[in-house]
Structure formats: C-alpha cells, structure tokens
C-alpha cells in the first residue's frame, strides 16, 4: 500500500514534533516525503541513504521493531547527509497490511531519547499508520 500525506497525518505530526521536541521525518520505501522541521525541509523528496535502506530491508522489521541510536551509531537520512549534528533518533517502521510501506524517523540534536520517549514514538506511529491510508484523504 502506499503512504498518502493527508491533511489529518500532517496537522499529527507537526503536533508530535512539537510535543515531543523532535525532528519528525516520514519516508516511504524510497525517499523522504514529509518532514515536519522548516530546518530539515530540504530533506523532503530525497532518496533514502544506503543505510536506512538497509534498516527497510531488514529480515527482522516487524510491527514492534524499532531503532534507537545514539550519537556513536546514527543513521544517516539521505546521502551526503550531515548526522554530526544529531545525538540520538527514534526509527519505525510503517506497516499497512503487515508489509512496511516507510520509516517514521524522530532525531534530536540537543539530547537522547529516553524509554518514555520510545512509548511517545510508538504512539504516533500508530496514528501515522491510520493517518496515511485512502480512508483520510
């Protein structure tokens, strides 16, 4: 299935950054579509680098899989990306239908995500599953 940028998914996730204070990007299986940061737009509609490609790929993504990272092993977004500046990211899988459509992706530059951080990403992705289909177009 593919991601659809609904007006309901939008208002949520600018909500999200804000709330969680965080970068939010959403990417589907080959580049960025939406990113909620005026600092990272020039993320949005670039291809997905080598490496999170492989976080995609992964056997092992499942609906409760997720990546933590810190500032010793973060994944960079795009290519050429600049991940100096990042201390930790959140990445999640999006599922429609059990198959991974895309990556809900929370990075900081200021901090490390804690465990009640984790709980805050899992819940948005649950609502940018259902945000992302047809049904709120």
Do not use: W
Request: with cysteine; charged share 20%.
């Amino acid at each position: 299935m593919k991601l659809f940028i609904t007006k309901s998914l939008i208002d949520f996730l600018n909500s999200s950054c804000y709330l969680s204070n965080s970068n939010i990007v959403l990417t589907d299986l080959k580049r960025i579509i939406f990113t909620s940061s005026d600092v990272e737009k020039h993320y949005l509609n670039s291809e997905l680098s080598e490496s999170i490609k492989q976080v995609l790929d992964s056997p092992y993504l499942n609906k409760s899989a997720y990546l933590n990272t810190t500032i010793d092993s973060i994944v960079p977004l795009v290519n050429n990306d600049n991940i100096s500046k990042y201390k930790s990211q959140i990445i999640l899988p999006i599922f429609h239908n059990d198959v991974a459509d895309g990556l809900l992706v929370f990075f900081t530059e200021d901090r490390e995500y804690l465990p009640s951080n984790l709980k805050f990403a899992e819940t948005t992705r649950h609502f940018a599953e259902l945000f992302s289909t047809k049904d709120y177009l």
